[in-house]
């Protein structure tokens, strides 16, 4: 692997958690009862928000690591949610989405499946200079009323390590489902010397989307430093998860350009936080890795 500067690979370890995706220390808690308790609770927040769509975030930082959290209402029927969520193929089809991974398959390891992932640079990076990392996937629940998926990494880059991505839904009336998307992560002194030095400088302009106060013009103060960074990967692959979805409707051959544009798209609402690229460099890139990831077919003809 080409050797990268420290504050950068760590900005890039702190993507491969986000496949998006519940506190991990409270994960064994979780239910389809505290979930739908849950959505009651924030039926004022789903509906007013900076958002402009029935969406809650939240994060939160401790001395060895950090957490993002969304609460969020798609439009979409439990059934399908569940049979799109439940399969690890269709994780690598979300998580290829984001800027940053540059390539993700399913495999099986013994009874156990695996998503070997690589992530990389914003642009286009052969896959032997992006950082490995392989997911164990689970799914921890799956009933009529109720899912939860897991992706567990033990080790990362610089130190880090722990990561717990865990995702929940339950049903909701009118057809729609409350979805809980969050991830979790440690990290040594390693890896938090290299993130202030990438706070310090190219991560230095870049905002989270919880507000912490107003700046002396009156313009609301978006909070910075790791929260900021957790905040804006949980909302890309947020994001992900509501394009997949919604790519389901079009025809196989379609989904993957559908995919595409309505994640861009999605992410161009938020230009402070998430924008990166102008469409077409996007297009281009992610059309080269989704061709990468694809099993290759055996040769034809005489060995």
Not at 16 to 23: E, F, S, T
Not at 196 to 219: E, N, S
Not at 234 to 243: C, G, H, K, S
Not at 282 to 288: E, I, P, V
Request: proline share 6%; aromatic share 10%.
């Amino acid at each position: 692997m080409k050797a990268w500067a420290p504050a950068r690979l760590f900005a890039l370890a702190l993507l491969c958690a986000g496949a998006g995706l519940a506190h991990a220390g409270d994960a064994d808690a979780n239910s389809p009862g505290s979930l739908l308790a849950k959505y009651g609770v924030l039926q004022d927040s789903l509906r007013h928000n900076q958002f402009q769509r029935p969406l809650t975030l939240d994060s939160s930082e401790t001395p060895g690591g950090v957490t993002g959290d969304i609460y969020a209402l798609v439009n979409y029927p439990f059934a399908t949610v569940r049979a799109a969520l439940k399969s690890p193929g269709n994780w690598c089809d979300i998580l290829i989405l984001h800027l940053n991974t540059k390539y993700c398959r399913a495999s099986m390891a013994g009874q156990e499946a695996v998503l070997n992932v690589s992530i990389g640079r914003k642009y286009d990076q052969p896959l032997d200079e992006a950082y490995r990392l392989a997911f164990a996937y689970r799914v921890a629940a799956q009933t009529p009323n109720y899912l939860q998926v897991r992706l567990n990494a033990d080790e990362g880059p610089l130190s880090t390590r722990n990561y717990r991505i865990v995702l929940e839904a339950v049903p909701l009336k009118k057809g729609q489902t409350f979805i809980h998307l969050s991830y979790s992560y440690a990290y040594g002194l390693v890896g938090r010397i290299a993130m202030q030095a990438y706070l310090g400088t190219i991560g230095r302009a870049k905002v989270g989307f919880t507000v912490a106060g107003t700046h002396p013009d009156g313009r609301p103060l978006h909070i910075g430093g790791m929260r900021g960074v957790v905040e804006r990967n949980t909302m890309r692959y947020y994001l992900a998860i509501e394009a997949f979805l919604g790519a389901l409707s079009a025809p196989p051959q379609a989904q993957l350009e559908k995919r595409l544009h309505d994640w861009f798209a999605a992410v161009e609402r938020y230009p402070r936080q998430l924008h990166e690229m102008d469409e077409g460099a996007y297009l281009d890139m992610k059309r080269r890795e989704t061709r990468r990831q694809q099993p290759r077919l055996p040769a034809i003809g005489p060995t």
